[in-house]
């Protein structure tokens, strides 16, 4: 909950499971996520005494690409929702993947043939549960993201729509036209019946069913959470970048009005869109940053949380030898490798636990490394990144990031940034701020982190960390052919 001046007022929060049915499968519950929304929303009104009137409006961010399907009528959904790092239709995208339909795809949505992304997902969704493509080509399905559910449970099931940020991550909407793309829905045999309007990022969404909160609230502002990240950290000049570091890493840099295409397998995406106009956007997408060190508490129990890896490690020194490559889902931009798996290399006698741990923390550096990279072959490159993410709070991580990359490193006051990015988009749609550059005047940086590494220390440590990727990747694919 924010104040009129962006302060955070109240938080609440809750954890819910990951659902692991087979190697490489993700899914969450749906009741799981509307539940814990509902509760948490509801806590967090009760914690600081607000009555539902005195909220102007509410933003909603939410992982992205994160597929659910359910019955119009009923509003249950028909199979549980499959998350974005899920590579269950690897084999379908391969099957599918030509030099001309990948060309066609890139050209339309700016994104690539992928897993990764909610078509492939919808289309298993209907070819594998009993009864629904029948249902679909009847009507009677809906399709969304996160966001999507969320507001048709709000609503009571009388709005079914989401934002063109959410939209161009499904791979069926012309980030160009701004419409659902009928030759990508013929592609992949998904009914238009089944897809949500698409709005403004600040926009008039729908209003939440008086026996949600007890007084209707209006819904002014969605965005995908790297794009609500990107909002909240007031990057609206070209040439901007954030970087958040939640389960996965997302590095965006705001291109303006121009959709660039990249050719070194990077992302083009609608940054926001704000009365009717598009700014696009350059991101790099990598699949494992908390969600290592969540592996090394719960998977390893190396430690009991993750806060204790910062004085854990503050003596290790950089270059210690191990690098753990984290590719336990496959390995995001600008490999886009489906079957890579993790690995840990360079392990010795002196080899312990706050060796490993300090890997898994540089493992995201080097990760944002291959990203900045990749931009910088397309021409362009950040010199200053603000970063947000529940990682952040660590100065060692930040610390070996900036050294890393060579670059300034900002974490802003307000880390929630996510959060925050919404709460500016819905306090655009309402009027409480005026534009994008009163935003800009209100973001605070917290504390600047400036490299200190020579270029030889960090050319040598990243050539170190390349031929540990190349060579998990081709041990991968050894184990794959066996």
Same mark, same amino acid.
């Given at each position: 909950m924010f104040t009129k001046d962006a302060d955070v007022f109240g938080t609440a929060q809750q954890e819910f499971l990951q659902h692991f049915p087979q190697n490489g499968w993700v899914e969450h519950d749906p009741n799981d996520i509307w539940q814990t929304v509902l509760s948490t929303s509801r806590e967090v009104l009760a914690k600081k005494d607000v009555k539902p009137e005195e909220i102007i409006a509410i933003g909603i961010t939410n992982q992205r690409e994160t597929t659910l399907v359910w019955n119009k009528k009923t509003g249950k959904p028909i199979y549980n929702a499959i998350v974005w790092q899920d590579r269950r239709t690897s084999a379908y995208c391969e099957s599918l993947s030509t030099d001309e339909l990948c060309q066609t795809i890139s050209d339309k949505t700016g994104l690539l043939l992928d897993p990764y992304f909610s078509a492939t997902k919808v289309r298993w969704i209907l070819d594998n549960v009993e009864g629904a493509r029948e249902q679909a080509l009847a009507g009677e399905l809906a399709f969304g993201t996160v966001d999507t559910y969320l507001l048709w449970q709000l609503t009571g099931g009388k709005e079914h729509r989401t934002d063109a940020t959410n939209a161009s991550r499904t791979m069926l909407f012309n980030i160009h036209t701004q419409q659902w793309d009928q030759e990508l829905l013929d592609l992949f045999e998904i009914p238009e019946s089944m897809l949500p309007q698409v709005m403004d990022s600040a926009d008039e969404f729908g209003s939440t069913s008086e026996d949600i909160f007890g007084a209707p609230i209006r819904v002014c502002g969605i965005a995908g959470d790297q794009q609500a990240a990107l909002v909240g950290?007031?990057?609206?000049?070209?040439?901007? +970048?954030?970087?958040?570091?939640?389960?996965?890493?997302?590095?965006?840099?705001?291109?303006?009005?121009?959709?660039?295409?990249?050719?070194?397998?990077? &992302?083009?995406?609608?940054?926001?869109?704000?009365?009717?106009?598009?700014?696009? +956007?350059?991101?790099?997408?990598?699949?494992? !940053?908390? !969600?290592?060190?969540?592996?090394i508490v719960e998977g390893l129990k190396l430690l009991s949380h993750a806060g204790e890896s910062e004085s854990l490690v503050k003596d290790v020194p950089l270059d210690h030898g191990v690098f753990l490559v984290p590719s336990f889902t496959g390995l995001g931009a600008p490999y886009w490798d489906p079957n890579a798996r993790g690995a840990i290399l360079g392990l010795t006698r002196d080899s312990g636990i706050s060796t490993i741990v300090a890997a898994a923390l540089q493992s995201v550096g080097y990760q944002t490394k291959d990203l900045q990279k990749a931009m910088e072959r397309d021409g362009l490159r950040p010199s200053v990144l603000r970063v947000d993410g529940g990682m952040v709070k660590n100065n060692w991580v930040l610390t070996?990031?900036?050294?890393? %990359?060579? +670059?300034?490193?900002?974490?802003?006051?307000?880390?929630?940034?996510?959060?925050?990015?919404? !709460?500016? &988009? !819905?306090?655009?749609?309402?009027?409480?701020?005026?534009?994008?550059?009163? %935003?800009?005047?209100?973001w605070t940086c917290d504390r600047r982190f400036e490299p200190t590494m020579s270029a030889d220390e960090r050319n040598d440590l990243y050539a170190k960390w390349q031929h540990c990727v190349a060579q998990v990747r081709l041990s991968s694919d050894d184990c794959q052919q066996q």
């Open positions: 950290h007031a990057c609206f000049e070209q040439g901007m +970048a954030k970087s958040t570091y939640g389960t996965g890493c997302f590095l965006m840099l705001n291109t303006g009005e121009k959709a660039l295409t990249s050719e070194n397998r990077l &992302l083009t995406t609608v940054a926001y869109r704000l009365n009717g106009k598009p700014t696009y +956007a350059i991101e790099g997408s990598i699949f494992m !940053a908390g !969600a290592t060190m969540q592996w070996f990031l900036s050294n890393i %990359l060579g +670059a300034t490193v900002e974490r802003p006051t307000v880390t929630e940034t996510t959060s925050l990015g919404v !709460a500016y &988009l !819905a306090g655009l749609q309402t009027g409480i701020y005026e534009s994008t550059e009163q %935003l800009a005047k209100m």
